[in-house]
């Protein structure tokens, strides 16, 4: 039997909790933006290693800074005055059994490539300069990784990983809003950029957000056209609300702009980090999508790590999926919360603990629902490689 640990929690669920706190940094957000740039160069090396080699060789991406340029924009069109620079570091196997690889040059194309199809309105060949110091693993961790052939990855590192379920109405709104004003509000309005941030308060049962949305200065002729544009957003966003929830919601956006002054969220290529807003991997949204200070959180950068022995990715996905088919398949759980814990050196399929913690419904008892539990947990441990296959392949989001 493994390590599997199964108690009843003494807690208010969130749901039911007067107050609730709940962010979400859109895809443009510096933050956001160097997270997904560290996972495409993480896809793209392990893609490229497994056609030369046919397994994932050792690599950590989960180190890419982002420093702010600077810009000047207008209504009708700006400019940028200084490129946003970013530096692109980590550690990858960059020779293998007599053959070097171009982990350098596969690196700056993944991350030239994921800004292309991420941002509209952002030209990595002229906006932005790149710098690749990208360096090798330690003897160590190279082999702890490598202790494979025939069994489980050994875990490179003492860590954890936590997943919970389900998400809150809060939390529901503030993952969709932005999302859906990423694929659905910006195909309709050029004009909205990639960098928006969702704030999610809930006091009883009224529900505020704040959304900060960057505006893109070439599609607005005037400061009329940003208010209209930014009107048009409140309302959009306040309807798509509704579908999450029957709660009361108050949205705001934008609410720094001082439209007496001229002063509003205005960009030329959609970010803030055109001026400004450095960002860093790992200091945006936790695997699940969302930063929810009301949970128990990892502060692990899941983006860019390996996919294949590295637990601080694979052990937050492991827990976010385990702790969503407990909820959908076992009856009778309000709230459930999966912690799992690695020791280095040691199989990924044997963790050192994994803690499951349940808030169950009225006349529910938790002894009653330990086979179903263990049974999940186990079936997701003895396939724990199929984590790094969805990881590899991009069918799995971690930001």
């Known amino acids: 039997m493994r390590n599997i640990y199964i108690q009843r929690l003494i807690q208010i669920p969130i749901e039911r909790q007067k107050i609730e706190i709940v962010e979400r940094k859109g895809l443009g957000h510096p933050d956001t933006l160097a997270d997904g740039i560290a996972e495409s ?20 991406t989960d180190e890419t800074q982002i420093v702010a340029g600077k810009s000047k924009p207008s209504f009708g069109g700006g400019e940028i005055i200084q490129p946003i620079f ?12 007599g053959t070097w690889i171009p982990t350098d040059k596969i690196a700056l194309k993944a991350a030239k490539e994921y800004i292309r199809k991420t941002m509209a309105n952002l030209n990595p060949d002229e906006d932005v300069v790149f710098d690749v110091r990208i360096g090798e693993g330690s003897t160590n961790l190279q082999d702890v990784f490598m202790r494979r052939r025939g069994e489980a990855p050994h875990a ?6 936590i997943g919970f379920a389900p998400l809150t109405e809060t939390e529901k709104i503030v993952y969709n809003v932005e999302r859906r004003i990423y694929n659905e509000f910006r195909k309709r309005e050029k004009a909205v950029g990639e960098d928006v941030k969702v704030m999610g308060l809930r006091v009883g049962d ?8 960057a505006t893109v200065d070439k599609y607005l002729d005037s400061l009329k056209d940003y208010v209209s544009v930014v009107d048009s957003l409140k309302v959009w966003i306040e309807d798509v609300s509704k579908e999450y929830t029957d709660r009361n919601v108050e949205v705001h ?36 999508g969302l930063i929810t200070p009301y949970r128990p959180m990892s502060l692990e950068a899941s983006a860019g790590k390996n996919p294949v022995n590295h637990v ?88």
């Open 41 to 60: 160069m993480s896809r793209a090396l392990s893609k490229e290693y497994i056609k030369r080699f046919g397994i994932v060789l050792h690599h950590n």
């Open 86 to 97: 970013i530096l692109l570091v980590g550690r990858a196997t960059k020779e293998f059994e």
């Open 156 to 161: 490179n590192d003492t860590s954890f990983g």
């Open 206 to 213: 009224r529900i505020t957000l704040t959304v900060a949305c």
């Open 253 to 288: 956006v934008n609410t720094a702009d001082d439209y007496e002054r001229g002063n509003v969220y205005l960009t030329v290529t959609g970010t803030s980090a055109e001026c400004g807003d450095d960002g860093n991997v790992g200091r945006g949204n936790r695997c699940n």
């Open 312 to 399: 601080g990715k694979i052990y937050n996905v492991l827990a976010n999926f385990i702790a969503r088919e407990c909820y959908e398949k076992v009856e009778g759980i309000e709230e459930i919360y999966v912690k799992i814990l690695s020791q280095i050196g040691k199989p990924i399929n044997e963790p050192k603990a994994v803690d499951i913690q349940i808030i169950p419904k009225d006349g529910y008892d938790v002894e009653r629902m330990e086979r179903e539990i263990f049974e999940i947990v186990e079936g997701w441990l003895d396939n724990v490689t199929k984590v790094t296959k969805m990881i590899v392949n991009g069918d799995v989001d971690i930001f």
